[in-house]
T-cell receptor, first 114, second 114 residues
Framework: AQSVTQLGSHVSVSEGALVLLRCNYS??????LFWYVQYPNQGLQLLLK??????LVKGINGFEAEFKKSETSFHLTKPSAHMSDAAEYFC????????????FGKGTKLTVNP | KAGVTQTPRYLIKTRGQQVTLSCSPI?????VSWYQQTPGQGLQFLFE???????NKGNFPGRFSGRQFSNSRSEMNVSTLELGDSALYLC?????????????FGPGTRLTVL
């Protein structure tokens, strides 16, 4: 069964600093991986997804993630944090096999300090 | 295209009552999935419907049920509400073309059980 572990439930960075949110996955099949962002009182918005093409995936708002099979990781990065990046971020793996079911990590709340 | 819409956005019920939540997917999307989000358990998959058939089901008691109509709109029902059912219920739709389709999330319905 697929699972996702997000290291660090809270991450705090200064505006302009590097953002690094960690995600490790477990999957019995080649995974499809996703990062979603959730702003307060809103649904989830897709940042980016990995579907076995390029291992470095670029998403919206300057975010990118690198798929590393040997480390079973899919960490999310952004070179320079902006105040508007403050939100909760979720890593997810698709169960596949014809199902659209996503298995989510517990989420990482990002705080950006001025 | 209009996004995923969920109604109502907020709901307050008392223990023992039942509730029905509605989700209208993006036009042309045939798969609808439901997730429960709570602070303690995070995002958990409830079920997925595709072409009016339940294709996948999560580990929730039988009090949680759903259905999908011929126009792909979906409803979920929770009977005999418990305090622990208080949560944000998110609906997501996808084209479900057999690949790693992106799921697009609605804003959610915030259910409070008193």
């Amino acid at each position: 069964a697929q699972s996702v572990t997000q290291l660090g439930s809270h991450v705090s960075v200064s505006e302009g600093a590097l953002v690094l949110l960690r995600c490790n996955y477990s999957s019995s099949v080649p995974p499809y991986l996703f990062w979603y962002v959730q702003y307060p009182n809103q649904g989830l918005q897709l940042l980016l997804k990995y579907t076995s093409a390029a291992t470095l995936v670029k998403g919206i708002n300057g975010f990118e993630a690198e798929f590393k099979k040997s480390e079973t990781s899919f960490h999310l990065t952004k070179p320079s944090a902006h105040m508007s990046d403050a939100a909760e971020y979720f890593c997810a793996v698709s169960e596949g096999g014809g199902s659209e079911k996503l298995v989510f990590g517990k989420g990482t709340k990002l705080t950006v300090n001025p | 295209k209009a996004g995923v819409t969920q109604t109502p956005r907020y709901l307050i019920k008392t223990r023992g009552q039942q509730v029905t939540l509605s989700c209208s997917p993006i036009s042309g999307h045939r798969s609808v999935s439901w997730y429960q989000q709570t602070p303690g358990q995070g995002l958990q998959f409830l079920f997925e419907y595709f072409s009016e058939t339940q294709r996948n089901k999560g580990n929730f008691p039988g009090r949680f049920s759903g259905r999908q109509f011929s126009n792909s709109r979906s409803e979920m029902n929770v009977s005999t509400l418990e305090l622990g059912d208080s949560a944000l219920y998110l609906c997501a739709s996808s084209p479900s073309t057999g690949g790693a389709d992106t799921q697009y999330f609605g804003p959610g319905t915030r259910l409070t059980v008193l």
